[in-house]
């Protein structure tokens, strides 16, 4: 079946230090994968998605993220986290036409 | 475009009423799908539809459960009746592809 791993539950930064969320997917075919932020009490807002081409995507608020099929990783990163960046973020693929999502992990930001 | 939007935000009711969940999704999309999100078991898929027709209901819980799409901007999820454990909250997302996803703000049901 095809899932998608989060392996971090928790992430604690400072303010102004790098960023890297992990995720690792199970599919067999290319996906197409994205990465959605929650603030609390809010849906879901797509940051980013990777559907093929350039392995390194940009999305909004200063994010990125990798694909790297080696790995079968597509890891979020942002080279300083602001405090407005505390929230869920969610990793998901889609196969077929339902999106599956990770567990999340939240992120805290230290002043 | 104002989004995937969904009523009630908030909902509170007692165990056995019936609760019905609403949503308009963006238009021109034809995917729309219902999402549940617990602490326990993070987001789940309940159902989604294409081109107002249920495609994949596996994830309804129970009989409980029913969803409607009467048209391209309107659908509907219904608990009848509901239990203390449906309490979570429930999302509407919709797509113009069936690749990602538009969220709405949810629905916090709340069963006592």
């Known amino acids: 079946a095809q899932s998608v791993t989060q392996p971090d539950i928790h992430i604690t930064v400072s303010e102004g230090a790098s960023l890297e969320l992990r995720c690792n997917y199970s599919?067999?075919?290319?996906?197409?994968l994205f990465w959605y932020v929650q603030s609390p009490g809010q849906g879901l807002q797509l940051l980013l998605k990777?559907?093929?081409?350039?392995?390194l995507v940009q999305g909004i608020k200063g994010f990125e993220a990798e694909f790297k099929r080696s790995q079968s990783s597509f890891n979020l990163r942002k080279p300083s986290v602001h405090w407005s960046d505390a929230a869920e973020y969610f990793c998901?693929?889609?196969?077929?036409?339902?999106?599956?999502f990770g567990g999340g992990t939240r992120l805290m930001v230290k002043p | 475009d104002a989004g995937v939007i969904q009523s009630p935000r908030h909902e509170v009711t007692e165990m056995g009423q019936e609760v019905t969940l609403r949503c308009k999704p963006i238009?021109?999309?034809?995917?729309l799908f219902w999402y549940r999100q617990t602490m326990m078991r993070g987001l789940e898929l309940l159902i989604y539809?294409?081109?107002?027709?249920?495609?994949?209901d596996s994830g309804m819980p129970e009989d409980r459960f029913s969803a409607k799409m009467p048209n391209a901007s309107f659908s509907t999820l219904k608990i009848q009746p509901s239990e203390p454990r449906d309490s979570a909250v429930y999302f509407c997302?919709?797509?113009?592809?069936?690749?990602?996803?538009?969220f709405g703000q949810g629905t916090r049901l709340t069963v006592v």
């Open positions: 997302a919709s797509s113009r592809t069936g690749v990602g996803a538009f």
């Open positions: 599919y067999g075919a290319t996906p197409y």
């Open positions: 990777y559907f093929s081409g350039d392995t």
């Open positions: 998901a693929h889609n196969a077929g036409n339902m999106l599956t």
């Open positions: 238009s021109g999309h034809d995917y």
């Open positions: 539809f294409n081109n107002n027709v249920p495609i994949d």
